[in-house]
Every structure is written in structure tokens, then in C-alpha cells.
């Protein structure tokens, strides 16, 4: 093979395909982002500044309900994947969900538009994320060393677009109005579309192969249960026996439940091999960790989304940046370091830190980052520092790195082979259960107590790092071999 064969083989050392599924998610993370950068100001702004004027917990338990939605739908996208489409299909027919959604944002007034469009979103999100992942897995042998490498290089493509829908969504929103920004998002959505129906034929046949068919003569009984379930939601939404501030703690419950659920049908079905079972019990441990640490650091969405507004000096040169810029900073980090993590994995090779040990860091880290707020407790309006907040949030950056892409890939490793995109769908159900908790917790959050909130939160997370970090022998022994 020449040296010219190789390098049109590769897209920075990966398989070549990476590019798709990096560009795809990159569009996909523009406009989820970009939304969500404006979404929990456009629910609590008065009407006269655009906004809905909803009161601020109702607004946090809605935005952090909607980000746990999104990642508990993985679990229907994973499902759909291994039992009825596989990942590719799935996956395209979730990015036009997505794309809908931000139309129904940008068009239709109201709370109207805020629930079809969330409710959009929050389903085609979940199965571009877990049929992403899945298909991103596949492209790399079980002991393929590039296999982190080659996440932390599709995480950067996530952060590209994370970075850049803020920006442009907030100065839509700061200039001509929200559903200016909502608009953007859809656009950025088709764009990630096109690309993606480029090189769609790229990908490997395993791409649309359905691991575990569903029986044919089992299918109506699944589409009676589904048509049931969202009747069920419709009837809870129309009566109004779920009130919106109590969304958030709903999602919690469901996201639980669906996780213990899941674990369970894993662990005991008879095509799960005794080292899978194995594999599988040590990541319950790493769900947890994932759980907690997602519940600190999506309040990027709730808690430092309002502190931004709130307490944050953003004034540059006289100029006022917008709130949602925030939301860029991490991204920044993340560009400037994934690079720098996945060049540190690959030249570490075998000699990196396992998993659980990355696991144990990147939730103590993270823990850090919130008794880093503490310096900063009791000021007044614009009293604290935009250069202390960024800051902070590089701390996020961190301990999100030594975690986030590494979960994915692990749970790529510790998949049993009938349950592959489901195993995927089942970590980001830690994602839920960690990103609902953030709109619960973010209830308790006020001004006038945040040493009491910032301290709490960041030694919880220290502890559950030491926890952890105790239990590393354990978890390698149950991992059998998985680094």
C-alpha cells in the first residue's frame, strides 16, 4: 500500500467515514445548542423582551425535563436500531425529527410552539446521539488503540458546533428576535442533512443491519404499546396532572426506572455471554458516576445559564455580550484540549489511566469546579468576573474530557452483542438522569445562598469521586480485560 492509498484512507489517522458521522453530529450539536443557548431566557424573559414570561423555577424544571428527554430517548433510538431499522436509517430519520422541531420553534407563538418543537427535538436528538455513537464504535476492533482517539476527535466535531450555535443564535435573539435564532438552528439542521445524504453510501453494510430483528408477529403488539404511551402523555399534558415545575423531578423517575429496567434485561437474557454479564455489572458503577456528574455540569443550561444573566459582568469594552455567549466558553476549551487529550491517549497507548480511574477524575474534577464558585458567593448584580467564570468553566472542560468521550467509548466496549445501540442509548441514560437532576436541583438555587448550594453540590461530587476511585481493582476485575 502506498503512502498516497493511505492517507485518502484517513481522516486525521481515523477511518475516513469519521468525517460523515463527525459532520453530521457537528450540525446536529449547531442547532441543539444554538437553541438551547437562548431557550431558558426565551421562557422566563417578559413578554416585552420577547420572551414567554414564565416564572424562573417553572422555566429551569422545563429546559432541565427537556435535556433529560433527550437523552432518555436514546433508549427508543437504540431500540429501534437493534430490533427494527438499524443505526443508519434510525439515524437519518431522527436528524429530519430534529430539524422539524427547531421549524416548530421558529414558527408556531407560544408554549404551543415550545412543546411540539421540544418534543421534536427531544426525540430526534436521542437517536442521532445513540446511533452516532454506535455507528462511530463500529468503525474500530474491540482493541483498536485509536478507538478514544478517534472519539475525542468525533467529540470535537460535537464542540465546533456547540461553539458556534450560541454565538450566532444569540446575536440573532439580541437583534432581531427568538424565533430568528430557533430559525437558525432549523437551517443549521437541513445543512447537517445534506452532508450526511452525501455519504450515507460510505458507511459499512453492518451500518444497516438490525442486530436483534424483532419477530414479525410481535410488531403490532409494540406499535399498540406505543400508540397507548403517547396517548398516556397526551392525557397527563392535557389534564394538567403534571404540572411544568414538577417535569424535571418526572423525567428523574423515568429515567431511573428505565435504567434499572434495562440493566436488568441485559444482565439476565440468555443471549448476554458470562464475561458480557460481567462487563456489564462493573459498568453500573460508572453509570452512577456518569449520573452524578451530569447532574453538575448540564446546570450550564439552568443555574450558570441564570447566574450569567444575574450576577455575571458582561461587559467588554463597553459592549454587553449576550447571555447566551456564555454557553460558548466551553466549547472553546473543549476545541483547544480534545486534540490535545486525544494525542495524549494514543502516545500513552497501553500505559494510560483505565477507565474507572478517568471516571473517578473527571466526577472529583467536576466536583471542584463548583467549590470554585464559592470565591464568588454573595455579590451583587454584574459583581462577579467574566474572566473568573471562564475559568471555572475551564474546569468543566476538564473534567468533561476526561469522562464524557470516554464513556461513550466504553460503552462500546462493555456492549453485548445483542444489545449494542441499546448499551450505548442505556450510558446516555445517565446523561438523563444527571441532566433532569440538573433542573431539579437548579430549584434550590438562589443568590442569596450560594456558598450553601455551590459547597453542597462540590463535595458531594468530590466524595463520589473518592468512592470510586477506592473501587478501581473491583471494577477492572469485572471489566475482563476492557482497559
Do not use: C
Not at 233 to 239: I, Y
Not at 260 to 282: D, Q
Not at 465 to 483: E, K, M, Y
Amino acid at each position: 500500500m502506498t503512502v498516497v492509498e493511505t492517507r485518502e484512507r484517513t481522516f486525521f489517522g481515523q477511518p475516513r467515514v469519521l468525517a460523515n458521522l463527525f459532520g453530521v453530529e457537528l450540525w446536529e450539536r449547531f442547532s441543539f445548542y444554538g437553541m438551547q443557548g437562548i431557550l431558558l431566557i426565551y421562557l422566563y424573559y417578559s413578554a416585552a423582551d420577547g420572551g414567554l414570561g414564565i416564572d424562573r423555577a417553572t422555566a429551569t424544571s422545563i429546559v432541565g425535563a427537556y435535556g433529560g428527554a433527550v437523552y432518555l430517548s436514546t433508549i427508543l433510538g437504540g431500540w429501534a436500531s437493534d430490533r427494527l431499522f438499524g443505526p443508519e436509517r434510525v439515524l437519518f430519520g431522527s436528524a429530519v425529527l430534529v430539524m422539524a422541531g427547531h421549524l416548530a420553534l421558529a414558527l408556531i407563538p407560544g408554549l404551543a410552539g415550545v412543546s411540539v418543537g421540544l418534543v421534536l427535538i427531544a426525540v430526534g436528538s436521542g437517536g442521532v446521539k445513540a446511533n452516532a455513537t454506535s455507528l462511530v464504535g463500529s468503525l474500530y476492533a474491540a482493541d483498536d488503540p485509536r478507538r478514544d482517539a478517534g472519539f475525542s476527535l468525533f467529540y470535537l466535531g460535537v464542540n465546533l458546533g456547540a461553539l458556534a450555535g450560541p454565538l450566532l443564535t444569540g446575536l440573532l435573539q439580541e437583534n432581531v428576535g427568538f424565533h430568528y435564532g430557533f430559525g437558525l438552528a432549523a437551517a443549521g439542521m437541513a445543512v447537517g442533512l445534506i452532508q450526511y445524504t452525501m455519504g450515507r453510501r460510505d458507511l459499512k453494510d453492518t451500518a444497516r443491519e438490525v442486530p436483534n430483528p424483532l419477530p414479525a408477529s410481535r410488531r403490532w403488539l409494540v406499535a399498540a404499546v406505543a400508540v397507548a404511551g403517547l396517548a398516556a402523555v397526551g392525557a397527563v399534558v392535557v389534564s394538567g396532572l403534571l404540572p411544568a415545575d414538577r417535569l424535571a423531578t418526572a423525567v428523574v423517575v423515568v429515567s431511573a426506572v428505565a435504567a434499572a429496567t434495562y440493566f436488568v434485561v441485559i444482565l439476565t437474557s440468555r443471549a448476554v455471554t458470562a464475561v458480557e454479564r460481567r462487563r456489564m455489572l462493573g459498568f453500573i458503577p460508572m453509570f452512577l458516576a456518569s449520573a452524578v456528574f451530569w447532574s453538575l455540569y448540564q446546570q450550564q443550561f439552568t443555574v450558570v445559564t441564570i447566574y450569567s444573566d444575574r450576577r455575571l459582568d458582561r461587559t467588554i469594552l463597553g459592549w454587553e455580550m449576550p447571555v447566551s455567549w456564555v454557553q460558548a466558553i466551553n466549547p472553546v476549551f473543549i476545541i483547544v484540549l480534545s486534540g490535545a487529550f486525544a494525542a495524549l491517549w494514543t502516545r500513552l497507548g497501553d500505559r494510560q489511566p483505565s477507565t474507572p480511574a478517568k471516571f473517578a477524575a473527571g466526577t472529583a474534577v467536576m466536583g471542584l469546579a463548583f467549590l470554585l464558585f464559592l470565591p464568588l458567593a454573595g455579590g451583587g448584580p454584574n459583581s462577579a468576573p467574566l474572566l473568573a467564570l471562564a475559568g471555572i468553566l475551564l474546569v468543566f472542560t476538564i473534567a468533561e474530557l476526561l469522562l464524557s468521550p470516554v464513556g461513550l467509548s466504553l460503552s462500546t466496549k462493555v456492549a453485548p452483542v445483542a444489545f449494542r445501540t441499546q448499551t450505548v442509548a442505556l450510558f446516555f441514560l445517565s446523561v438523563a438522569l444527571g441532566t433532569a437532576m440538573s433542573g431539579v436541583l437548579a430549584r434550590y438555587y438562589d443568590e442569596a445562598h450560594e456558598t450553601w448550594y455551590f459547597g453542597a453540590l462540590g463535595a458531594t461530587a468530590l466524595l463520589f469521586g473518592a468512592i470510586l476511585a477506592a473501587l478501581i481493582p473491583t471494577i477492572r476485575r469485572l471489566l475482563s480485560g476492557v482497559h
